[in-house]
């Protein structure tokens, strides 16, 4: 009987001949990823009552929640972190001085297409870009891990999204994530694996896929996924840490839903306070005041995100009663974004930089709004009290949105400041450390 | 051995020996049947308005956690929820972070059983995983306001209140065994004969 991606892999690596959605099946995964969080899961670990972690190598630590510490509980998290990855010998570390996890990983070829998995932290749905089945679990399942090598999964059912058709100007990826949430709800894939398909979703690049699997968990989904393809396999020349062999879905497989998506009719798209499925176009909220845009977090971060912002930015000012904070994926985004004089042209126009990490996206340093204020960020939740003012407003948008509102001071549609994207690419293509971005 | 170190280790051994304590007492007293009152809200209650991302990385005791409870839902739920009373909500509860705080403070401020017609998955897992028991049903929005008097019965499947009786199915087993083993920490250690 032809099955799903989901089916497939869950099956290989339960050592099952076949599984049906609703079954628990039990595995080991290849990538179990913790955070900031790996101090408060090594404490959990403790109480299991192991000394020794099953496989040390399972493991990547990423430091990125709240990068450096701004306080002393935070620098204690950090420094019990180290003191454990030494004790147990993990050699996937990552301090602070990398970027956020869901980058780091994915630049460091820890996301391979056809393996599992996890992380404690609900975006790990991102490394679907790479066709492996990831899905975010909770500390406790981590430090199990850590003991017992073993985590639980129900056999998800899996939709299909098709995507066909190009991009209008001004439109994004984000865009199309936002329009998709809006249209089957934050809990439209509730449970189940999403799967990006279509003519359209191959020609997308690395980055982007990044982003629409990010987006996946935003519409309850347990894993996102693009069938890899050559895309992905060339990003992963020379740096792939394991072997892998890809998994694709059989023809004819079934599926709980299909949804078609062309991304020629769609406009550029925002999420209003405070769901994220609160979804509208642009047009309906343009002329809205913001006090500050933020471009960053795990969903838009990266070169590509932030060539789109210099170019809006280039030879302009941001709106004098508006702040604009720009945190860069990752170092290697950063080293890039200065080589090719994007951080330049941010500090120029009246924003600020910040470390790599995660910064105000979940409201732990670094741009917390006071209250009465309205954010506009290109991050991937805006619930109440998310950037750490309950009495502030969050709106979600793509780098472009984001760039130009930035400039005006209020909710901007991207057409008022359009870029030039073959210019963006050739600049792009000269990228040192980073893949490039096509489009 | 430094006089501190020695401290360390006694203070670390007592402290394990009271979470055995804990655990052990949770299991043999795991009631069958809660009673309370309702505490009733709406669809995609989120994570960060169940426990505040800001907290997440510096509150770390799960009482100090307790006291965080639906601080930007529900200014009135610390100060007076009571064990064994229940939360009742529309779809899509506990949906965002994976944060297994907010399935922990509200299990410590003793919250017996969360309702509501669906759970974001993550949240279903820290559910299971902390022995907060999380049931899935449609049928009793309707049927209970805030503040209502409600019995829940786990072994029959009841949900019982002044608009009558609604029945749940039961528990699947394997989730069941690790909510009576008191959730994923006792159930792993009872696997590994520790």
């Known amino acids: 009987m032809p099955k799903t991606f989901s089916e497939k892999i869950l099956a290989k690596y339960s050592g099952k001949s076949e599984v049906v959605p609703g079954e628990i099946v039990e595995v080991t995964p290849d990538v179990a990823m913790s955070h900031d969080n790996t101090a408060a899961i090594s404490k959990t670990f403790a109480k299991i009552g192991v000394d020794k972690l099953f496989d040390p190598d399972i493991h990547v630590i990423v430091l990125d929640h709240c990068v450096p510490a701004a306080n002393a509980t935070f620098a204690q998290n950090h420094k019990d972190i180290r003191e454990f990855v030494k004790k147990q010998g993990i050699k996937n570390f990552y301090d602070i001085n ?21 992380g404690s932290d609900s975006h790990t749905t991102t490394y679907g870009a790479f066709g492996a089945f990831a899905a975010g679990v909770t500390r406790s399942e981590t430090a199990v891990i850590m003991a017992t090598g073993k985590i639980w999964f129900r056999v998800p059912e899996t939709m299909r999204i098709q995507l066909t058709g190009q991009f209008n100007s001004g439109v994004y990826v984000k865009d199309l994530a936002l329009a998709i949430m809006g249209k089957i709800r934050a809990d439209g894939a509730l449970y189940r694996a999403v799967e990006f398909d279509g003519s359209a979703a191959h020609k997308f690049s690395v980055s982007e896929r990044l982003t629409l699997c990010n987006m996946a968990v935003e519409m309850g989904a347990k894993a996102g996924y693009v069938p890899p393809d050559e895309t992905i396999y060339d990003f992963l020349k020379g740096i792939a840490k394991r072997e892998y062999e890809p998994v694709f879905s059989d023809e004819g497989c079934e599926y709980i839903e299909t949804l ?105 340093h670094m741009g917390v709004p006071a209250s009465g204020e309205k954010t506009l960020s290109t991050s991937n939740r805006n619930f109440k009290g998310r950037m750490g003012n309950p009495e502030s407003e969050v709106f979600l948008a793509s780098p472009h949105t984001a760039a130009v509102t930035a400039v005006t001071g209020k909710i901007s549609d991207p057409g008022e400041i359009p870029v030039d994207w073959e210019m963006i690419n050739e600049e792009l293509s000269n990228a040192v450390l980073s893949p490039v971005i096509t489009r | ?98 944060r ?95």
């Open chain 1, 98 to 118: 990398n970027g956020i996890c869901h980058q780091v990983l994915a630049e460091n070829g820890h996301c391979l297409p056809g393996s599992v998995m996890t």
């Open chain 1, 260 to 364: 078609d998506m062309n991304l020629g009719e769609l406009e550029p798209m925002i999420a209003c306070p405070h769901t994220v499925d609160n979804v509208k176009p642009v047009s309906e909220v343009s002329g809205e005041n913001v006090e500050q845009v933020f471009v960053g977090s795990c969903s838009n971060a990266r070169l590509d995100d932030l060539a789109i912002l210099a170019h809006v930015l280039r030879n302009r000012k941001i709106d004098s009663d508006t702040r604009l904070i720009v945190i860069p994926a990752s170092s290697r985004v950063m080293i890039d974004a200065m080589r090719l004089g994007y951080i330049d042209t941010v500090l120029s126009a009246g924003g600020t930089i910040a470390t790599p990490g995660c910064g105000p996206c979940m409201g732990n």
């Open chain 2, 1 to 98: 051995m430094t006089l501190d170190s020695l401290s360390a280790k006694v203070n670390y051994f007592y402290c394990e020996l009271l979470y055995v304590q804990k655990q052990y007492k949770r299991e043999k007293t795991m009631e069958k049947v809660i009673k309370g009152h309702v505490w009733k809200y709406g669809d995609d209650i989120n994570t960060d308005v169940i426990f505040p991302g800001k907290y997440t990385y510096t509150v770390n005791d799960p009482v100090e956690m307790g006291e965080k409870a639906l601080e930007d839902l529900d200014a009135d739920f610390v100060g007076k929820v009571k064990p064994g009373d229940v939360i009742i909500a529309g779809k899509n509860f506990g949906c965002g972070s994976s």
């Open chain 2, 100 to 194: 297994e705080q907010a399935a922990v403070c509200i299990r410590v401020k003793g919250i017996g059983a969360v309702i509501a017609s669906s759970f974001s998955r993550i949240y279903f897992r820290n559910g299971v995983n902390v022995g907060l028991p999380l049931i899935t049903s449609c049928e009793v929005q309707n049927a209970f306001e805030h503040g209502d008097e409600i019995e829940i019965d786990f072994e029959k499947g009841e949900i019982r209140g002044k608009n009558g009786v609604f029945t749940f199915p039961p528990f699947n087993d394997f989730f069941f065994g690790i909510i009576k083993a008191g959730g994923l920490i006792p159930y792993t250690r009872k696997r590994l004969g520790i």
